[in-house]
């Protein structure tokens, strides 16, 4: 596939790190632990561990669950242990797949997983903005020829808020999140000509 990346110099090269990226497919997680250069622990939603040989892909991968509908807390501690040990957390900070206005690229929510794992931690916040992986459920991108098209653009790396309450700092920088996440795709659709439509 024809893969167009930028913004790899904003990802540290050790230390704990908040991966957050927007989320239009399943294979999200896949594709960009393919690209960067550093192991990914993902943070996966509890639904897809329901099967032995997904639970065994999960965990060989590095990943850990989070319940959506039960307690956050057990989550939220295995990422600030592994943010301690050094490590790359990976979170979707939207919580699930978003498409047209919801999705944090035009605008819409993130969750307040991400803002709490960077306040408790102290680590950054690095925004992974990735486009193209919708259309891998079709034929047409693994032909040959190099028909499959992918973007992706890692933005500067974040840090939350150091004054006022911790509920203010964590809405504080949830709100400068959504708003860089809005200027990334801003600013890739007009350095690379992309159409509104490569959004879906």
Request: aromatic content about 6%; overall charge positive.
């Amino acid at each position: 596939m024809r893969v167009r990346m930028e913004g790899l110099e904003h990802l540290p090269s050790e230390g704990g790190v908040i991966l957050a990226v927007c989320h239009v497919s399943h294979l999200d997680p896949v594709v960009v632990s393919a690209l960067l250069p550093r192991r990914i622990g993902w943070v996966a939603r509890i639904e897809f561990y329901s099967s032995w040989v997904a639970r065994k892909f999960l965990h060989e991968g590095g990943a850990f669950p989070v319940n959506r509908q039960g307690a956050a807390l057990p989550t939220a501690r295995e990422g600030l242990r592994r943010l301690r040990r050094g490590e790359v957390v990976g979170i979707f900070p939207e919580g699930e797949i978003m498409r047209g206005e919801a999705s944090v690229l035009r605008g819409g929510p993130v969750k307040r997983g991400v803002g709490l794992l960077a306040a408790r931690s102290g680590c950054p916040v690095v925004p992974v903005l990735l486009l193209g992986t919708d259309c891998l459920g079709k034929i047409g991108p693994w032909l040959p020829a190099k028909r499959g098209r992918l973007w992706m653009r890692v933005g500067s790396a974040m840090r939350p808020d150091q004054e006022g309450s911790a509920k203010a700092r964590r809405l504080a920088f949830t709100g400068r999140l959504e708003a860089e996440f809005v200027r990334l795709f801003a600013e890739v659709q007009r350095d690379w000509g992309l159409p509104e439509s490569i959004l879906p």
